[in-house]
């Protein structure tokens, strides 16, 4: 009986020392999974974690992180950075716009738009700060639609000839804006690279025999501008400097979520900024121009019928229905505009601002010059390249302009005038949350 009692026993207490073992077992599994998840969680933490009144430069480093191969922001031996690849993560919402982040250097935060906000001629045997380019950036109609300028900062844009091969550049321009440079276009990955946008557009440098250089709509570099007196439109690019302590508001960085650096809780539509997109009266705009009494919107695609498809007339059919499509919007809400009828031809050495006429009207239509005309083709501009041939200038694809027959169909971009006021009922401005203002929603 006494070994049968000490089998029992010994059985009982094996039993107990597994349960002790199998419950401790359980709590060392705990504690190193919990060091590991309080280890996980702080250096998350502290890569990730965002600072309140963080710069954005200081986000976009830390953030995204700087990568040593592949696509990504790239840091160089003096502090500076900038973003190589195809895939990258440098989206910025700023001023009523969708921009790319280039890199930073000692001047500060070097921005591109990703889109061509117009299209233009670049002049004539001229250098960057001789251009109409340099002008229609830095003297009217681009500086003018920046929102707050004193985010901006003086930068230093090339203004010689180069040689791609060895970029060399000791004369600068010091102004408010530019143009990517092709040395900055090469570094970036050129052709397999985020400034690659499948269109042509220009950049600051001109060649040794005095042609500027732009890339065309495959991601090569060229200088072919004319043809005998006949020059060639390519898209324009802005390029700005933001200030190095520009506040970070949200963002990631990505397409569906850019960077965020501005904050606005008024009310009135025209304290907001150019770029904006506006829904009204069941059509959706771009804010085109703010001025003292009015502001002026352009229509985000074609005039449609009812099916929605777009209209196509000849020149002398225009204004019969833009009429029209005035007639659907309460006169008291809009205001007269002393619209532009334009020449841009080789004499008058491709001036944008060469005017031969206006009209004061409710709505009329882009000219040559106008801001956001690249994004849809074959749309007619109140520009006239040749009065004689009765040839009138149309966007083209790639952010081209094409000088066409005023006989020839094309499509009708309306831009309308409203007066200063009218409030905003919701919306955050984008193209996927336009503003949303007037009665009908």
């Known amino acids: 009986m006494t070994k049968k009692k000490d089998k029992k026993k010994e059985k009982k207490v094996a039993k107990t020392w597994e349960k002790v073992f199998v419950v401790m077992s359980f709590v060392v599994m705990f504690i190193i999974l919990w060091i590991y998840a309080l280890r996980t969680i702080y250096y998350y933490r502290k890569t990730n974690y965002i600072e309140e009144n963080a710069r954005l430069i200081d986000v976009a480093a830390n ?5 040593y191969s592949g696509d990504g922001l790239y840091k160089n031996d003096d502090n500076t950075y900038y973003y190589n690849g195809t895939i ?5 919402y700023y001023s009523g716009m969708l921009w790319r982040i280039i890199g930073v250097d000692d001047i500060g935060i070097k921005i591109i738009t990703e889109d061509n906000l117009t299209s233009l001629v670049w002049g004539i045997n001229s250098n960057y700060q001789e251009s109409n380019i340099y002008k229609w950036l830095n003297e009217d109609t681009f500086i003018n639609a920046i929102y707050n300028k004193d985010d901006l900062v003086s930068g230093n844009w090339c203004n010689e000839s180069v040689d791609l091969n060895d970029y060399k550049c000791s004369d600068n321009t010091a102004s408010m804006v530019g143009l990517l440079s092709a040395d900055e276009y090469l570094k970036s990955g050129g052709i397999s690279s985020y400034l690659n946008n499948g269109s042509y557009f220009w950049t600051v440098n001109t060649s ?3 042609k500027a250089y732009y890339i065309h709509n495959e991601g090569g570099i060229n200088n072919e501008v004319s043809s005998g007196n006949s020059y060639y439109s390519y898209g324009v690019r802005p390029v700005i400097y933001l200030s190095k302590d520009i506040k970070y508001l949200s963002g990631t960085g990505t397409i569906d979520e ?3 650096v501005e904050t606005n809780d008024e009310v009135e539509i025209n304290n907001h900024p150019v ?10 705009f771009r804010i085109l121009e703010v001025n003292e009494e009015n ?6 695609g074609y005039l449609t019928n009812e099916e929605k498809e777009g209209i196509k007339v000849s020149y002398k059919n225009i204004y019969s229905s833009l009429n029209e499509f005035i007639s659907k919007f309460k006169e008291e809400e809009l205001s007269k505009y002393k619209f532009a009828k334009t020449e841009f031809n080789f004499n008058k050495s491709y001036d944008y601002k060469s005017i031969m006429d206006s009209n004061e009207s409710y709505v009329g239509i882009p000219t040559v010059g106008t801001l956001f005309t690249p994004e849809y083709d074959n749309v007619w501009l109140n520009t006239y390249s040749s009065t004689k041939e009765n040839l009138i200038y149309t966007t083209a694809k790639n952010a081209n302009l094409f000088a066409n027959l005023g006989s020839s169909d094309n499509y009708i971009r309306p831009i309308i005038c409203i007066k200063n006021g009218m409030i905003i009922a919701s919306g955050s401005g984008t193209k996927t949350e336009p503003f949303m203002i007037g009665d009908k929603s």
């Not at 953030?63 to 990568?67: A, S």
């Not at 990258?88 to 910025?92: E, I, T």
């Not at 502001?295 to 985000?300: E, P, R, Y």
């Open 63 to 67: 953030q995204m992180k700087v990568v």
């Open 258 to 260: 850019p960077y965020v």
């Open 88 to 92: 990258v993560d440098n989206y910025l």
């Open 295 to 300: 502001t002026l919107l352009i229509l985000d």
């Open 275 to 284: 770029g904006s997109y506006v829904k009204y009266n069941d059509y959706t």
């Open 208 to 210: 040794e025999d005095n």
